[in-house]
C-alpha cells in the first residue's frame, strides 16, 4: 500500500535561506509524486508534479523537486526563500488503481525576515 | 474560467442539523472528490466519483453522502451534523492521473 511521510509539521528558514522539505514515500509501482501549496485560507494548488520522465521536476514559484528511487524520496527545494512562501506544503502519491491521491499531513513553512 | 466552486464559504451548524455542501467543476473532468482537513492531519478522502451516477467510499465517509448526478456537480449531504464534523471540506476534480483543481473550501463548524 502506498503511504506518504512528511519529515517536520513545521520548517522555519530565513529569508533568502535555501528551503529544503522532505518527503519519503512508500509505492509498490513506479510513483505519481506531487507537491501543492495552500496559502492561508485557501485551496490548495499544484506546485508540481512527477510523472516517470525526469527525474529534476520544476514548478512554480522557483521550487523543484528530485526524486530518487534508491531513497524512495522526492524533497522539494528552493534556493533563496521569500516571505510570500510562507503556507502549507503537501506531498501525495497517487494510487495504483485509480485517480485517488495518498497525502502525507503536510509542513508549514515560516519564514523570517 | 471558474474551475471548482464551492458553497457556502463558512456555515455553522447545531449538533442534528443537516445541510448540503455544493461543488461544482467547469472543466468537464470525470473524477470529482471531497476531503476534509484538521489541523496538523493533512486531507482525508471522504467519498469520490469516476463520473456521472457512479459515487464510491474513500477513507472517512461515515456521516456523509455524495450524489453525482451530471458530470458537473458533486453535492455533499451532512445528516445529523456532530462536533466532530468541524472541519474544512475541499472538493477536488481531476481529469487526468496527473493532478487535481482544488475549490477554495467550505469552512463548517458544528456547535
Redesign the interface.
Known amino acids: 500500500a502506498q503511504s506518504v511521510t512528511q519529515l517536520g509539521?513545521h520548517v522555519s528558514v530565513s529569508e533568502g535561506a535555501l528551503v529544503l522539505l522532505r518527503c519519503n514515500y512508500s509505492s509498490s509501482v513506479p510513483p505519481?509524486l506531487?507537491w501543492?501549496v495552500q496559502y492561508p485560507?485557501?485551496?490548495?494548488?499544484?506546485l508540481l508534479?512527477y510523472?516517470s520522465a525526469a527525474t529534476l521536476v520544476k514548478g512554480i514559484n522557483g521550487f523543484e523537486a528530485e526524486f530518487k528511487k534508491s531513497e524512495t524520496s522526492f524533497h522539494l527545494t528552493k534556493p533563496s526563500a521569500h516571505m510570500s512562501d510562507a503556507a502549507e506544503y503537501?506531498c501525495a502519491v497517487?494510487m495504483d488503481s485509480?485517480?485517488?491521491?495518498i497525502?502525507?499531513?503536510?509542513t508549514k513553512l515560516i519564514i523570517k525576515p | 474560467n471558474a474551475g471548482v466552486t464551492q458553497t457556502p464559504k463558512f456555515r455553522i451548524l447545531k449538533i442534528g442539523q443537516s445541510m448540503t455542501l455544493q461543488c461544482t467543476q467547469d472543466m468537464n473532468h470525470n473524477y470529482m472528490y471531497w476531503y476534509r482537513q484538521d489541523p496538523g492531519m493533512g486531507l482525508k478522502l471522504i467519498y469520490y466519483s469516476v463520473g456521472a451516477g457512479i459515487t464510491d467510499k474513500g477513507e472517512v465517509p461515515n456521516g456523509y453522502n455524495v450524489s453525482r448526478s451530471t458530470t458537473e456537480d458533486f453535492p455533499l449531504r451532512l445528516e445529523l451534523a456532530a462536533p466532530s464534523q468541524t472541519s474544512v471540506y475541499f472538493c477536488a476534480s481531476s481529469g487526468t492521473p496527473y493532478e487535481q483543481y482544488f475549490g477554495p473550501g467550505t469552512r463548517l463548524t458544528v456547535t
Open positions: 509539521s505519481y506531487f501543492y485560507n485557501q485551496g490548495l494548488q499544484l508534479k510523472t503537501f497517487r485509480n485517480y485517488q491521491l497525502w502525507g499531513a503536510g
